[in-house]
């Protein structure tokens, strides 16, 4: 299977903005994991996210 230029450039870009998304994501849940562990009250850990 060959992919023109412009198919291919925007594949990738598709895949980097889900990469993102779910980059973005994990570290939300990471973030407000560790919150929790400090016992961060709730909305205080705004600046963590």
Do not use: N
């Amino acid at each position: 299977m060959e992919l023109g230029p412009e198919k291919l450039s925007l594949l990738v870009t598709e895949a980097y903005m889900d990469a993102h998304q779910k980059s973005l994501q994990a570290m939300k849940e990471r973030m407000s994991d560790l919150a929790q562990s400090l016992e961060i009250p709730p909305g205080h850990s705004e600046g963590l996210e």
